[in-house]
């Protein structure tokens, strides 16, 4: 097994990892492990891009959206003075 050295770790970190494995009846070194294979066993979610969230199982793009891509923008353009 390989063993893996963690440095400049904040004290009041160590000292809440310590307190909770006492809580919990195991080793710092034990809940470290176990936290550490929660959160690298985790999928990672990805968030789908727009396209992909727009199309359907079927493969239509945004079957029940109509898009209007050529929509005029009313933006007013006006000097802010940040000084």
């Known amino acids: 097994m390989g063993q893996l ?3 400049e770790i904040e004290d009041t970190l160590v000292h809440r990892l310590k307190r909770r494995a006492a809580a919990q ?8 492990r176990r936290i550490l294979r ?7 979610e ?3 891009s727009l396209i992909e969230f727009l199309t359907s ?11 209007e891509w ?3 923008r009313d933006v007013e ?5 940040l000084g």
């Open 70 to 72: 050529n929509r005029p």
């Open 5 to 7: 050295l963690v440095r």
């Open 38 to 44: 929660e959160a690298l066993s985790r999928e990672e």
């Open 57 to 67: 199982p079927e493969g239509e793009i945004a079957p029940d959206v109509e898009l």
């Open 25 to 32: 009846g195991l080793s710092a070194e034990e809940l470290h």
């Open 46 to 48: 990805r968030k789908p």
């Open 77 to 81: 353009l006006r000097e802010i003075d």
